[in-house]
């Protein structure tokens, strides 16, 4: 299975910040690589796919880069309704594994 | 717009099959783009693959979950069904139905997600 491992775990910051999550698979990727936002309660939001793109309707204050083993998602501008749980996925190959996500939380 | 809506018994006895139904609606379950999946969360934890199905039947199952579980599909109802034998405490968690959409250059990537459904095991 492919692990990926995502940095930091948690994260704190204030409304208008920017901030950088990475994500690391354990191999190549390629850049089949998706981001998700989940509040407490819900269900994942689909936010990113093939490392960069945007679902339709997210904002472009979400960015994805990256491609085979290292990933970013960065966040610009923060607003309230933006911290939540963030989880990378990858979709490579089978089993289709999660990193284990970041909590943004509100400084 | 497509909605995927999760159902079924919240509370499952240990030994027994964990049964859940996602319906899908705005959309057609019998479109090839697609391929139709369950994920898990244990509580306060992370995201689990389950596994997914094609409106064929083909299956792709995670090998942690592969004795125990059966994925099937109704295309006459546009629902695909999860059931998990012999559980125990363990697979206490929330349930998701998710789409996955085959985009060909792009890859095949989730972009539609069920709210969820929490099935505690507990005599």
């Known amino acids: 299975d492919i692990q990926m491992t995502q940095s930091p775990s948690s994260l704190s910051a204030s409304v208008g910040d920017r901030v950088t999550i990475t994500c690391r698979a354990s191999q190549g990727i390629s850049n089949y690589l998706a981001w998700f936002q989940q509040k407490p309660g819900k269900a994942p939001k689909s936010l990113i796919y093939a490392a960069s793109r945007l679902q339709s309707g997210v904002p472009s204050k979400f960015s994805g880069s990256g491609s085979g083993t290292d990933f970013t998602l960065i966040i610009s501008n923060l607003q309230p309704e933006d911290f939540a749980t963030y989880y990378c996925?990858?979709?490579?190959?089978?089993?289709?594994?999660f990193g284990q996500g970041t909590k943004l939380e509100i400084k | 717009q497509v909605q995927l809506q999760e159902s079924g018994p919240r509370l499952v006895k240990p030994s027994q099959t964990l049964s859940l139904t996602c319906t899908v609606s705005g959309g057609s379950i019998s479109s090839g783009a697609y391929y139709w999946n369950w994920i898990r969360q244990h509580p306060g934890k992370g995201l689990e693959w389950i596994g997914y199905i094609y409106y064929s039947g083909t299956t792709h199952y995670n090998p942690s979950l592969k004795s125990r579980l059966t994925l099937s599909v109704d295309t006459s109802k546009n629902q695909f069904s999860l059931n998990l034998s012999s559980v125990t405490a363990a697979d206490t968690a929330v349930y998701y139905c998710?789409?996955?959409?085959?985009?060909?250059?792009?890859?095949?990537?989730?972009?539609?997600w069920g709210q969820g459904t929490l099935v505690t095991v507990s005599s």
């Open positions: 996925q990858q979709y490579n190959s089978y089993p289709r594994t």
């Open positions: 998710a789409r996955e959409i085959s985009s060909g250059w792009y890859g095949n990537y989730f972009d539609y």
